[in-house]
C-alpha cells in the first residue's frame, strides 16, 4: 500500500524573502513533497494560509504521515488545529518535525517540553553521526552525513528522553546536538530531525531526503501496536483492609 504523506509548511519565508524563495521556488513544502514523491509515496501538501491551514480532520484522516515545517509563525497555528493533529498522532499516525518545528505547538503538547535549545547562524560544518545504526531511519546511512553550511542547533535540548537517538550532530563551533529523535505516543510515532534552514538547501540534499524517505516508512501507521485506550481514572477500593478507613 502506497503511503500518503500530507508535508506542512507555514509557507511565510519563501513568499516574503526572495533569498529564500530563490532556493525554494515551490517553497519547502514543495521540494520534499517532490523528493517524496519521487521515492513512491503518494504526496500533498498544506500550509498556514489554507482554511483550517489545510489541516481538515478529512485531510488528517487520509494522511499516513505529516511532514511538519515551521519556524517564525508557530503562535499563528490555531489551537484547535494543533489539538487535532495531536489527536491524530495518538491515534496512530505518523509525524515528522524538521528542524525549528521542535517549537510548534503539536510538538510541545505531544512532548510536554518547550523544545528550547540554542543556536547560532554562521554556515558552519555539521556532521549527523549515526548513532543507532540498527533503527529503520539509518538505513542505507553511511558513518554521517556531512553538511558545508547549516545552522547550528546545540544542548541542552528540552525534550523528553526520546526512545532512540538516531543521529548525533557535531558543529564546526564545537557544540553537539540530538538531531534525530523518536518518540511513541499513543498509537502515533514522532521522528524530529534537525536540518532544514530555510536561507541554505538542506532539502535538496539528497542523502537528506533518502532520510526524510527512512523516516516515512518508520512512521508510517502499523496495526500491532494495539488498541491506544486512555487510563480509567476513578475511586478505588483498596485491595488490602486499611485501618481507620471507611470509604
Known amino acids: ?5 500530507t508535508v506542512w509548511n507555514e509557507y511565510v519565508h519563501e513568499r516574503e524573502d526572495d533569498e529564500v524563495a530563490a532556493i525554494y521556488p515551490d ?6 513533497a517532490d523528493a517524496l514523491a519521487e521515492r513512491g509515496f503518494d504526496t500533498q501538501t498544506a500550509t498556514l494560509q489554507e482554511p483550517a491551514h489545510g489541516l481538515t480532520e478529512s485531510v488528517l484522516a487520509d494522511t499516513d504521515v505529516l511532514v511538519w515545517w515551521g519556524h517564525v509563525a508557530h ?3 490555531s489551537d484547535e488545529v494543533a489539538d487535532r493533529v495531536a489527536d491524530h498522532v495518538r491515534g496512530g499516525m505518523g509525524l515528522l ?11 510541545r503538547r505531544l512532548l510536554g517540553t518547550t523544545g528550547s535549545l540554542k543556536w547560532r547562524e554562521a554556515d558552519e560544518r555539521e556532521r549527523l553521526w549515526v548513532t543507532d545504526p540498527g533503527h529503520p531511519i539509518a538505513a542505507g546511512v553511511d558513518d554521517c552525513i556531512e553538511l558545508e553550511r547549516t545552522e547550528m542547533y546545540g544542548e ?3 525534550v523528553p528522553t526520546p526512545d532512540s537517538v538516531v543521529f548525533t550532530s557535531w558543529f564546526e563551533g564545537g557544540e553537539v546536538f540530538r538531531s534525530g529523535c523518536c518518540w511513541r505516543r499513543g498509537k502515533g510515532r514522532v521522528f524530529f530531525f534537525r536540518p532544514g534552514h530555510e536561507t541554505l538547501p538542506i532539502y535538496h540534499d539528497s542523502e537528506v531526503q533518502h532520510v526524510l524517505a527512512n523516516a ?3 512512521a508510517t501507521p502499523v496495526d500491532d501496536v494495539g ?4 487510563p480509567n481514572l476513578q ?7 486499611i485501618e481507620g478507613y471507611d470509604g
Not at 517553497?27 to 520534499?32: E, F, K, L, V
Not at 518535525?97 to 510538538?107: E, G, Q, Y
Not at 475511586?235 to 483492609?241: L, T
Open 216 to 218: 516515512v516508512e518508520w
Open 235 to 241: 475511586n478505588v477500593e483498596p485491595r488490602e483492609a
Open 227 to 230: 488498541e491506544h485506550v486512555p
Open 1 to 5: 500500500m502506497t503511503q500518503t504523506v
Open 75 to 77: 503562535d499563528e497555528v
Open 97 to 107: 518535525l524538521l528542524h525549528s518545528s521542535a517549537l510548534s505547538k503539536p510538538f
Open 27 to 32: 517553497g519547502i513544502h514543495g521540494t520534499i
Open 156 to 158: 541542552p535540548f528540552d
